[in-house]
């Protein structure tokens, strides 16, 4: 005999349920405090961008170690309300870009003129000596050193990064050494933000664009030699020091473009490097009157110290 259907069962239905609209899930009540809780945030635009400017300031991205070292000089701008304005290209370079940036405080006179290098990935740049470079140089993680061998797009754009950490690293030890360099501000990625070196808007002239009388080269090149020698103190050598990466600003000799920077004692090739440095920008001041024998002193100095290292 059949069985009756059992309208008692207590278990669900497999059949797909109609969905109930939201009136149907919260209560009037339930609505009415949803809608007092929400805040005006939420009902404003999404745009999250700065209100003047063209990005927030990225102070707060970079980590400690990725900031200048303390104490920070007065004019830095930490605020994280902060905005940076582009105002154009600075100079190109073979493996980076330097524009020029206003870091601002809207509804502030609080502003700073900086310059913001910006290295190409290293399957754009026209850099083609860097093997003699970075001899030396050890790259800690496996992983970066096979795709830099290998030359993938993670192994370019880190060796774009090592370029900028490189220049960064060398400005904050050479900065605190003494050494007439920009003030490092902070690096994020491939950008570089450091002290722009000039008036209101207008760069520095190059060491290669004066011309000095005679008490200013012979001030120049005393400047010149201590800097040689507070960097040579680091075990550091330019690279690629020359009149034209050297600036001069009321009066004092700045040093510019360090991502080449030579470990002297781990470079096979320090010592050509240091010698080279020497040889380059001494030519420029004994080409304007220098004695010769002030190049070859300061030559035969440094090779000294760093012979007694």
Do not use: C
């Amino acid at each position: 005999m059949a069985r009756k259907p059992d309208n008692t069962s207590t278990f669900e239905s497999t059949r797909r349920r109609k969905k109930r609209s939201p009136a149907e899930v919260f209560s009037p009540e339930d609505r009415a405090r949803y809608e007092a809780m929400r805040s005006e945030i939420d009902e404003g635009p999404i745009d999250d961008g700065p209100p003047e400017g063209d990005r927030w300031s990225i102070w707060d991205e970079s980590e400690p170690l990725q900031r200048g070292p303390e104490p920070w000089p007065e004019w830095v701008i930490t605020d994280l309300g902060a905005v940076d304005h582009e105002l154009g290209v600075l100079k190109t370079g073979k493996e980076a870009d330097v524009f020029l940036i206003e870091r601002a405080v809207p509804g502030t006179d609080r502003a700073v003129i900086l310059a913001s290098k910006r290295y190409r990935s290293a399957e754009h740049t026209q850099f083609n000596r860097a093997g003699d470079y970075v001899a030396g140089r050890g790259t800690k993680r496996s992983r970066d050193a096979r795709a830099l061998a290998k030359r993938t797009t993670f192994g370019l754009d880190q060796a774009a990064m090592r370029w900028a950490s490189a220049e960064f690293d060398a400005l904050k030890r050479l900065h605190v050494a003494g050494v007439p360099v920009p003030y490092p501000v902070q690096i994020l990625g491939r950008e570089v933000i450091m002290e722009f070196i000039g008036d209101d808007r207008t760069a520095a002239p190059r060491l290669s664009e004066i011309r000095p009388d005679e008490a200013e080269l012979e001030s120049l090149w005393d400047q010149a030699a201590e800097a040689l020698r507070l960097m040579t103190e680091q075990g550091f050598a330019h690279g690629d020091l020359s009149s034209y990466n050297t600036v001069v600003h009321e009066g004092r000799l700045i040093v510019l473009d360090l991502p080449q920077v030579v470990d002297i004692y781990a470079n096979p090739m320090g010592l050509d490097f240091l010698s080279r440095d020497v040889e380059n920008l001494g030519n420029w001041f004994t080409a304007r009157g220098l004695d010769r024998l002030e190049v070859d002193e300061l030559q035969a100095e440094l090779m000294n110290m760093v012979v007694r290292a």
